[in-house]
């Protein structure tokens, strides 16, 4: 078979012996799935497999003509190959707010709504996307180049409460006060973790909105470059979400030059000039 970094087929120093990368949406897969790569590991490979850096796996030392024998079988159990080169990778995702006590959105099904409309698409150069279910940013989403982040938007209830200033300690910006035994939380601080509601013994903090903000040009790449919010939006609108994300990509796609990653376009193009273009028509 011929040998494509657009399946995720990278060769190695070792002359005729190639890495097959992975493709593991959001960082899943099944038991039966792990079992299959460890056999293929085992009998095709030099008997481990690397763990990558985007929640991916890579077999290596696979020899050409093996290849296809391996795709093949990964194949029967679901498993597709990954991507290389000026492409939309696959999407990383921490566990969310289905399993992580501190997540305040979901983020498999949006890895997966993601993936399913990008991925391999070709652009100017790579592109990485992560979703990550809170500020804690475990999944590294505003070091991607699109980055999505749950957040949530606090409100104290004064019946419930039973001053135990729990919220005021917790607090990672000191953006909570207590004055006449009222509690007051300063926007302009607030990084809408949600931290208060979680440690409030009375939930007395509840969350009054909950939604998402959107990010782009991240990398921690040879040449770094800062992230920017495009975008926040506490009413949990999903699709106006989806609808920002694409005017992202066809920006990039249409702006970039050729081997630039989005964070340097933004620095070439100007930030006041790259946020209204990928803003127009949101309402």
Same mark, same amino acid.
């Given at each position: 078979?011929?040998?494509?970094?657009?399946?995720? !087929?990278?060769?190695?120093?070792?002359?005729?012996?190639?890495?097959?990368?992975?493709?593991?949406?959001?960082?899943?897969?099944?038991?039966?799935?792990?079992?299959?790569?460890?056999?293929?590991?085992?009998?095709?490979?030099?008997?481990?497999?690397?763990?990558?850096?985007?929640?991916?796996?890579?077999?290596?030392?696979?020899?050409?003509?093996?290849?296809?024998?391996?795709?093949?079988?990964?194949?029967?159990?679901?498993?597709?190959?990954? &991507?290389?080169?000026?492409?939309?990778?696959?999407?990383?995702?921490?566990?969310?707010?289905?399993?992580?006590?501190?997540?305040?959105?979901?983020?498999?099904?949006?890895?997966?709504?993601?993936?399913?409309?990008?991925?391999?698409?070709?652009?100017?150069?790579?592109?990485?996307?992560?979703?990550?279910?809170?500020?804690?940013?475990?999944?590294?989403?505003?070091?991607?180049? !699109?980055?999505? &982040?749950?957040?949530?938007?606090?409100?104290?209830?004064?019946?419930?409460?039973?001053?135990?200033?729990?919220?005021?300690?917790?607090?990672?910006?000191?953006?909570?006060?207590?004055?006449?035994?009222?509690?007051? !939380?300063?926007?302009?601080?607030? !990084?809408?973790?949600?931290?208060?509601?979680?440690?409030?013994?009375?939930?007395?903090?509840?969350?009054?909105?909950?939604?998402?903000?959107?990010?782009?040009?991240?990398?921690?790449?040879?040449?770094?470059?800062?992230?920017?919010?495009?975008?926040?939006?506490?009413?949990?609108?999903?699709?106006?979400?989806?609808?920002?994300?694409?005017?992202?990509?066809?920006?990039?796609?249409?702006?970039? &030059?050729?081997?630039?990653?989005?964070?340097?376009?933004?620095?070439?193009?100007?930030?006041?000039?790259?946020?209204?273009?990928?803003?127009?028509?949101?309402?």
């Amino acid at each position: 078979m011929s040998v494509n970094k657009k399946m995720g !087929i990278l060769p190695q120093v070792q002359k005729d012996f190639y890495v097959l990368r992975l493709k593991t949406v959001g960082g899943d897969l099944t038991p039966q799935q792990f079992k299959k790569i460890a056999e293929l590991a085992e009998k095709y490979g030099k008997r481990h497999v690397h763990l990558t850096t985007r929640q991916g796996i890579e077999l290596e030392c696979i020899r050409k003509e093996d290849l296809q024998t391996v795709i093949n079988a990964l194949e029967e159990v679901g498993v597709k190959t990954g &991507v290389s080169g000026p492409r939309i990778r696959v999407v990383v995702a921490c566990p969310g707010n289905a399993i992580c006590t501190r997540g305040l959105i979901e983020t498999k099904e949006i890895a997966k709504e993601l993936d399913k409309n990008y991925f391999r698409k070709e652009v100017p150069h790579k592109l990485k996307i992560a979703v990550t279910g809170c500020p804690n940013n475990c999944a590294r989403a505003r070091e991607n180049d !699109i980055g999505i &982040v749950g957040g949530v938007e606090p409100v104290w209830d004064k019946d419930t409460c039973i001053s135990c200033d729990a919220c005021i300690k917790i607090c990672p910006t000191q953006a909570i006060s207590k004055k006449n035994n009222e509690y007051r !939380i300063d926007k302009r601080k607030c !990084i809408n973790c949600g931290r208060c509601v979680s440690i409030c013994p009375k939930s007395s903090w509840k969350v009054k909105k909950r939604g998402y903000f959107f990010y782009i040009g991240g990398n921690a790449g040879k040449l770094p470059t800062q992230y920017k919010l495009v975008y926040k939006d506490l009413e949990e609108d999903l699709n106006k979400i989806y609808t920002i994300i694409a005017a992202a990509i066809s920006f990039f796609e249409k702006n970039a &030059v050729t081997g630039e990653r989005y964070g340097h376009t933004i620095k070439r193009l100007g930030w006041e000039n790259v946020r209204p273009e990928i803003l127009k028509g949101v309402n």
